[in-house]
């Protein structure tokens, strides 16, 4: 009796909620720039009568279920630096509904310089430790030599740097191997430029950046600290259009335009002069030759597959360090990407999309007359992805996606008898992941998933089948908002690297041996955001990491016999605060970070060389106007470790047996070296001044950079020599500009 009872009420509920849904329908579609038809992601999209709305996404894409059918209501799509548009909108009962929208810019002298990428977040968004980053954002900020995605990052609170030379990034503890960098899906295996010193991504590139310090979802995975999800342009849909640059080191050039039913950008980069290096690098000559080059091609054609996007794209980079003294080793390095790509809409609040890609990385040092020995990597990277997400009405989402990754490394090094051993191997990883986000109630969201690993790269069989993950917001009122996160990430590839070295030139990557466990990390993330005002944000984040099995170049190996590897572990713990104050034609933010790195090998405990205590930055950015704008950061670090020289002996080396021996000294000073990292070096802090001014002729656009690194010389040490313990310092005071000129 009290089942029939209960199925009659489930039939009504039922019948009821069929009823409500005939009555409604879907909004979606795209939101783009009317000049050149670049996407607009992260905007808001907004209906004013029923006060509901969405934010685009990194393709400009939005979508609105829910909505009373046949009914007029005004939508409103704001951007910051674009005209707000209202438009009159009406959908159909039981059907997806479509209306791209098109935002005119603001002129340059109405624009402020406000965060372009910055939104009016949904209040129940699962985003905590996801920082979202547009192209405009990193003009803003003082440039250095010239603007650059990695060094900007470390800007971030939880994101340090060991120092002006490097744009190697460390987060929250972990090492630089540990963060995944993807170009339009596509993994890049050394995304460096010049010893480190700057990234292979061209800024002029890229539409948006998303970048995840930790707890991301069960879609992504392979690295134990962070992702970078890069999304270039497509190009002008609407006329071609060219752009030249020039710094004090490379020159820079970009084509764009439209093609049937689509549109292309190229873009390339070469060093020409390598004086301003030196400045880098204690006056020292850095024989560095490096370029880029990208393109990018779109088609989409409702007579070919109606709602349907295809796009394919290259990158190429490639580094030589060339040196005229033949005692001294050269290096070489490229990175060859391609990726295709096919984004489906479709009638119902299904999209999906389907990719596939190609990555490749070689690396060779040759070590000519040095004692260096031979060493060639090869990464080869084959990927397919297909991803599908599904929106209900209720707003709620699924998704499911099935990953295929063949890598292929080969790792050639010289043993004691000079013979190529190679070190590499070939394996597969096949990952299916599913994840549902619960998003019916506006105080409430949650994202839950995992990653199931069919076919794993390592062929230890204690490498992790699941890799849950949870991601939540919790919003009891509008201005408030907690969040946290927790996930469990497997990485199974890892670099042959020494960080006990000042600048890593080379970082070979292989598959993690098969007499290892794969690295695992343990995410666990809290923290609140208040914004009690729609200028004013406060956001306090603390985390905790733990990382078992992690990879360790075996310093005690003695015998060829002797494993090159040992396991150890790591933990890191922290809190960040973040404060964002944008009233209008002013822009400030202040960041502030505690942390603790630790690793352990064989019980031993010691801080990792990017372990920092205190980190401070402080950025204000000034709208002048009449096409001036002016911008600063301040940068404080407290010291970073080192190992300390304890003293020195006389060591005699015979390397060359045939020096006449009334000129041969055998005897060289050698290091006693400390216990590793027990030192700390002095404050780290440093004040950059950008001066910015954009002309807008009839038939060309010129926009002009003057920055000085180091406003005040401060003396800010990098290392001391072992041999010598001589002091190297960091970048001195450094006037820089950028001319780029726009047709």
Do not use: C
């Amino acid at each position: 009796m009290i089942f029939r009872k209960v199925l009659v009420l489930l039939l009504i509920f039922s019948a009821v909620v069929l009823s409500q849904s005939q009555e409604t329908g879907t909004l979606r579609g795209f939101v783009t720039d009317s000049t050149t038809s670049e996407a607009l992601a992260y905007g808001n999209v907004f209906i004013k009568e029923l006060n509901k709305g969405a934010s685009t996404d990194a393709r400009g894409y939005f979508l609105i279920p829910s909505i009373p059918a046949e009914k007029s209501f005004s939508l409103v799509v704001s951007y910051v630096g674009y005209k707000t548009r209202t438009t009159t909108i009406s959908v159909a009962k039981n059907k997806v509904t479509q209306y791209n929208i098109k935002l005119i810019p603001s002129s340059i002298e109405l624009q402020t310089i406000e965060k372009i990428g910055e939104r009016i977040a949904e209040r129940n968004e699962t985003d905590i430790s996801l920082q979202r980053i547009i192209t405009r954002d990193l003009e803003a900020l003082p440039q250095g030599v010239e603007t650059d995605i990695f060094r900007s990052l470390q800007y971030l609170p939880g994101v340090q740097s060991t120092g002006d030379v490097s744009a190697r990034f460390y987060v929250r503890g972990g090492a630089s191997n540990q963060n995944l960098v993807l170009v339009d899906g596509v993994t890049v295996y050394n995304p460096f430029h010049a010893l480190g010193l700057f990234s292979v991504i061209d800024p002029d590139m890229i539409n948006n950046v998303e970048f995840y310090k930790g707890g991301f979802s069960a879609d992504l995975g392979g690295r134990l600290s962070s992702v970078m999800k890069i999304i270039t342009k497509d190009g002008n849909k609407n006329r071609f259009g060219a752009k030249a640059s020039l710094s004090y080191l490379t020159g820079k050039f970009l084509l764009e335009g439209p093609i049937p039913d689509g549109s292309f950008i190229l873009t390339g980069r070469k060093s020409y002069s390598n004086s301003i290096l030196k400045k880098f690098l204690n006056d020292q000559t850095v024989p560095a030759d490096f370029y880029d080059f990208s393109f990018k091609g779109n088609y989409a054609s409702e007579d070919f597959i109606p709602g349907g996007k295809f796009s394919v794209n290259g990158f190429f980079s490639g580094d030589n360090i060339l040196n005229n003294d033949p005692r001294i080793e050269d290096f070489k390095w490229f990175n060859n990407l391609f990726g295709f790509k096919w984004f489906q809409v479709g009638d119902s609040p299904l999209f999906y999309e389907l990719s596939a890609s190609i990555s490749t990385f070689k690396g060779e040092v040759i070590p000519k007359l040095s004692n260096v020995r031979e060493t060639f990597n090869k990464v080869e990277d084959i990927s397919l992805n297909m991803d599908f997400t599904y929106m209900f009405d209720s707003k709620d989402e699924i998704g499911v996606g099935f990953h295929i990754k063949q890598i292929k490394t080969d790792l050639y090094v010289e043993n004691s008898r000079s013979i190529p051993v190679n070190l590499g191997t070939s394996a597969a990883n096949i990952s299916l992941y599913a994840k549902y986000k619960f998003l019916q109630f506006d105080f409430l969201g949650v994202d839950i998933g995992t990653r199931l690993n069919l076919a794993t790269l390592s062929s230890n069989k204690s490498t992790k089948f699941l890799e849950p993950r949870l991601n939540f917001t919790i919003s009891p009122f509008e201005w408030l908002a907690f969040k946290g996160a927790a996930g469990i990430y497997q990485q199974e590839l890892t670099t042959v690297s020494d960080e006990n070295e000042v600048i890593n030139l080379f970082e070979p990557w292989i598959i993690s041996p098969s007499y290892l466990i794969p690295a695992t990390a343990n995410h666990y993330i809290l923290g609140t955001e208040i914004t009690p005002w729609n200028f004013l944000k406060l956001s306090v984040e603390g985390y905790y990491k733990n990382v078992k099995n992690l990879p360790l170049l075996n310093e005690e190996k003695v015998l060829p016999s002797d494993n090159d590897f040992v396991a150890g572990e790591g933990e890191s713990y922290g809190v960040e605060f973040m404060l964002k104050l944008n009233p209008g034609l002013i822009n400030f933010t202040g960041s502030y970070t505690y942390a603790h790195a630790y690793k352990e090998l064989e019980s031993l405990l010691y801080y990792p060389r990017y372990d920092i205590r205190h980190t401070v930055s402080l950025s204000l950015e000034v709208n002048i106007g009449s096409g001036w704008s002016a911008s600063s950061v301040w940068v404080y670090n407290s010291g970073l470790p080192f190992t300390q020289i304890m003293g020195y002996y006389d060591r005699y080396y015979f390397e060359n047996i045939f020096t006449p021996w009334d000129q041969l000294d055998p005897r060289q000073p050698f290091a006693i070296l400390g216990i590793q990292n027990l030192g700390r070096l002095p404050d780290y802090h440093r004040l950059d001044l950008t001066l910015s001014k954009k002309f807008d002729f009839d038939f060309v656009k010129v926009d002009m950079d003057f920055s000085i690194i180091n406003v005040y010389d401060r003396q800010n040490i990098f290392y001391f020599k072992r041999d010598t313990g001589e002091r190297v310092n960091m970048l001195p005071f450094l006037p820089t500009a950028t001319l780029k000129v726009e047709l």
